[in-house]
Structures are given as structure tokens and as C-alpha cells.
């Protein structure tokens, strides 16, 4: 009874072994046949691609690992475990039942746009000139000279414009006060009456020989009957000025600030 019990246990644990590994084998089949549908939702084709390639361990490996088994269950389960081993080593990796499914790279979830300009900025909005008092367009312009003061006072549009230092005429030859509008205008103008002297930016007030122009102005009255300027002041008062809109007041008082100038208005 001994003899004929050894070689039966030996066959039911070389069964025992068989089944385990065909239950694995099993397990794997649904896990990549027609069953798989009820593991869950299907891999996308990246992420199939990206998996790890799964082979199942085949029936007939562990077929031929149980024949070759020698005496005794420990020998059944180490050529099962070498078959295993081999099949790893070939790179085919056995698939654990109890795994989920393999992971894959998260995709991009926009492509790269190959060979694409960037938009072009738009052009910044124009800034409009700043307009300075002498290239605004012309408006009522009123001169008030004061000849006990040596001094001109420039209003434009009501507002003051600028004030300069001047010399009008001497002792003997003095300047006339009165309201006086332009008459004539020439960048360079020689005088007719005093050995062609020049006056350049002149302004004719009197057809006497009265007239605004550039000049030497000292801190007194020096002139022949005209109003010396400083030469970068009459520059730009000749910009300024014209026939219709520009008054020029001669007045005899003394004017020390812009709001007395103000009054002659």
C-alpha cells in the first residue's frame, strides 16, 4: 500500500500544480481575449503602443515544466518557477492578474504649431504733435508797450503770451503812444531814413518810420522813434503776428506786471 501511495501523491501534486499555473494562464486569456471588455474601457492606441508588451505564460510551457518534473512536488514547482524565469529573461514579461491596466504618458493636449508666425503686434496709436504757443494757429494778438517802463507785455487769445525788456525812442526823437495795427512786415528791412540801418523782423506801425523790429536794447530808451526787441523775442512775435487780429497799445503810464498790462485790453 505504501509503494502504490507514493506514486499517487506525487501525480495529484504535480495536478495540483498544473491547474494553479492553467488558472493563471486562465485568468491572463480573458485579461487580453474577447473578456476584456469587462475589465473596463479599452486602451487607447498610445497608450497600447506605450504598455509594456503583456505575453501570457502558454499551457504548453507549463505542460512541458510538469513533464520534466522529477520526484516530489518540489520539483514540479521549480521547473515551473525556471519556465517563468525564462520567459522573463527573453523579455516577455508575465502579466499579474491582480494588476490594472498598464499607464501611459499623459498626451499633449495641444500639438505644437510647426512653421506658424506669431501674430504681428499692433502699431502703437499716433500721438497727436504737441502744439507750442508760436505753431498754434493764429489768434487776436495784443502788444502793450509802456514807455516809462521799457517794457512789453504779449497777450494771445486773452492769455499772456510772454514779456520782454525794450528800448523805444530818445529824447528828441520819442516814440508816439496811441493804437497802432501792423501795416507792413519783412524778415530783413533796411531803414530808409538812418543810413540804411538794418531792422531785421520789422513791423511797420506808422508810415513815419515807426515800426517794431529787432535790435540793441539797452536798459533805456535809445532808439530813433522805433521799439527795439531782442532779436530771439521779435523772432518769434513776428511769427504771431498779422493785419487783421494784432493791436499794439504805446502807452506813456508805467505797466510793472501783466495785470495792469491786462487793463489796456
Request: aromatic letters at 6%; a positive charge; one cysteine or more.
Amino acid at each position: 500500500m505504501q509503494r502504490r501511495a507514493g506514486p499517487a501523491i506525487l501525480y495529484l501534486g504535480v495536478l495540483a500544480v498544473c491547474a494553479a499555473i492553467g488558472w493563471q494562464a486562465g485568468v491572463r486569456d480573458m485579461a487580453h481575449g474577447p473578456w476584456r471588455s469587462l475589465r473596463g474601457p479599452a486602451q487607447s492606441t498610445s497608450q497600447q503602443a506605450a504598455a509594456p508588451r503583456l505575453v501570457p505564460v502558454h499551457r504548453a510551457a507549463a505542460s512541458d515544466a510538469a513533464s520534466r518534473a522529477g520526484p516530489g512536488r518540489g520539483g514540479a514547482r521549480s521547473q515551473a518557477r525556471e519556465a517563468i524565469s525564462q520567459l522573463a529573461a527573453r523579455g516577455r514579461t508575465p502579466v499579474d492578474p491582480n494588476a490594472g491596466p498598464a499607464s501611459a504618458p499623459a498626451l499633449a493636449t495641444e500639438p505644437a504649431l510647426v512653421g506658424v508666425e506669431p501674430a504681428a503686434e499692433p502699431p502703437p496709436a499716433a500721438v497727436p504733435a504737441v502744439q507750442t504757443a508760436d505753431s498754434a494757429p493764429h489768434g487776436g494778438v495784443l502788444i502793450v508797450i509802456s514807455l516809462a517802463s521799457q517794457r512789453a507785455f504779449v497777450f494771445r487769445n486773452g492769455e499772456l503770451w510772454d514779456s520782454s525788456r525794450v528800448s523805444t525812442g530818445k529824447p528828441g526823437k520819442r516814440t508816439p503812444a496811441g493804437t497802432f495795427t501792423i501795416l507792413e512786415k519783412q524778415v530783413h528791412h533796411r531803414s530808409t531814413k538812418y543810413d540804411d540801418a538794418p531792422m531785421p523782423y520789422m513791423q511797420r506801425l506808422t508810415w513815419g518810420g515807426v515800426a517794431l523790429h529787432a535790435g540793441h536794447v539797452p536798459a533805456y530808451a535809445a532808439s530813433h522813434g522805433c521799439i527795439r526787441l531782442p532779436f530771439a523775442f521779435a523772432k518769434r512775435l513776428y511769427r504771431i503776428t498779422d493785419f487783421q487780429s494784432t493791436v499794439v497799445v504805446v502807452t506813456e503810464k508805467r505797466v510793472a506786471s501783466a495785470d495792469e498790462a491786462r487793463k489796456f485790453s
